[in-house]
């Protein structure tokens, strides 16, 4: 069996590629830097560092790399020939994978078993995403080449944070996972993916996810940041900190009970298991790797404006929500051009322009009021 892998960061070796490894695949790493690629082709094996409890050392074999930019001939013809396709590359850059799956199809014997696609981004249907991206490019050829694959939504998380200087293509993370896959897709023949879990409707799984896990990491970062911390494990030893990142996931919570029927209990003690791991003194990841982008977190479907909207729609509380935006628009960081861009347009935009071009909510929706007195607040610091 072969996998195909496109993405071969920290997230792709140090998770999905793991679990394809210790499910029996072969491993074809696909990525456009050419450092990383020759790195990992120059050696037979790399580490995934577990640190914390229940942690272990898990050695990944049987892998190699190519250059997708200098080589597509030869990525498409690893396509043809494989069992699955993965991604981790972030959901602005499936546009630009597309066109190596699209072809990879297209040399892929009509006899073969159809190819499993499975985008592993953060983000909502982000596999349906990338279909789409595939079915534009195609046009009308996607008549004759649909069958030659099923395309499965995921939902996956994991922490890897920033790595240590030196560590080569070795990998630390947490020990916690979760790889939730949409089962229709797949029939009787599902990918061989150890520790994942097949579902009837991934819906929940990827908004519990994005709710709990991203709002939580980001609302301690931008917390942490405000209050001057450096690492996320410290940012949430704050009693302080703490508290007002549980009073925003309390919020996300109480909308996915109402949305999505999920138990009130059950959903406490998953919020006590992502501030655990958060709190994992011994993943060394900082306020500022977490906290980067700010403008994309801050925009309509994400971990922060989705759920407040979708949140005030319903009457529902969303004062730890904006609380966690109001510490996302002190965020700065001069190695981040949207961290920049986001103080920029804060000096130069009126509060109700800036609501509407970041957020993309428009002035009558009920969240807006009370994020243009967060702008507001933040735009008096600034002297605007």
């Not at 009457?315 to 904006?322: E, F, M, Q, Y």
Request: glycine share 10%; proline share 6%.
């Amino acid at each position: 069996m072969k996998a195909v892998h496109f993405g071969a960061g920290n997230i792709g070796r140090g998770f999905v590629g793991l679990l394809l490894h210790e499910g029996g695949y072969d491993l074809v790493f696909s990525d456009v830097a050419p450092t990383l690629v020759d790195t990992i082709n120059g050696v037979s094996e790399y580490t995934v560092h577990e640190v914390g409890a229940g942690g272990s050392d898990k050695v990944v074999t049987g892998f190699r790399a190519i250059n997708s930019q200098a080589d597509p001939d030869g990525v498409a013809d690893e396509i043809a020939g494989a069992d699955v396709v993965t991604t981790a590359v972030g959901p602005t850059i499936l546009p630009f994978v597309a066109p190596h799956i699209l072809e990879g199809l297209t040399r892929r014997s009509a006899d073969a078993k159809p190819l499993q696609v499975m985008a592993c981004e953060n983000a909502i249907g982000a596999t349906d995403t990338l279909r789409g991206e595939i079915e534009k490019l195609a046009g009308e050829a996607w008549g004759d080449l649909s069958a030659r694959a099923v395309f499965a939504n995921t939902a996956v998380d994991r922490i890897v944070p920033g790595q240590p200087a030196g560590a080569g293509v070795d990998v630390t993370v947490e020990p916690f996972f979760e790889w939730a896959i949409e089962q229709g897709p797949f029939g009787d023949d599902r990918p061989n993916i150890p520790g994942a879990h097949f579902v009837d409707d991934l819906a929940p799984y990827i908004e519990r996810k994005l709710f709990t896990v991203n709002t939580g990491h980001a609302a301690t970062a931008y917390l942490g940041y405000v209050a001057g911390i450096t690492r996320i494990s410290d940012a949430l030893a704050d009693t302080g900190i703490r508290a007002k990142v549980e009073h925003a996931l309390t919020e996300t919570s109480a909308l996915l009970s109402v949305v999505h029927g999920l138990a009130p209990e059950e959903l406490a003690t998953y919020r006590a298991t992502i501030l655990q791991r958060f709190a994992n003194p011994a993943l060394p990841d900082t306020v500022q790797r977490v906290g980067r982008q700010p403008l994309r977190k801050l925009s309509r479907n994400e971990r922060f404006i989705g759920p407040a909207a979708a949140a005030a729609e319903r009457g529902l509380a969303v004062d730890g929500l904006v609380a966690a935006v109001a510490a996302a628009l002190r965020f700065q960081d001069a190695a981040d051009p949207q961290a920049v861009e986001l103080q920029q347009r804060l000096r130069t935009e009126n509060a109700s322009a800036f609501v509407a071009s970041v957020t993309g909510l428009p002035a009558e929706h009920p969240l807006t009021p009370r994020l243009a007195e967060a702008v507001l607040a933040r735009q008096a610091e600034l002297g605007v």
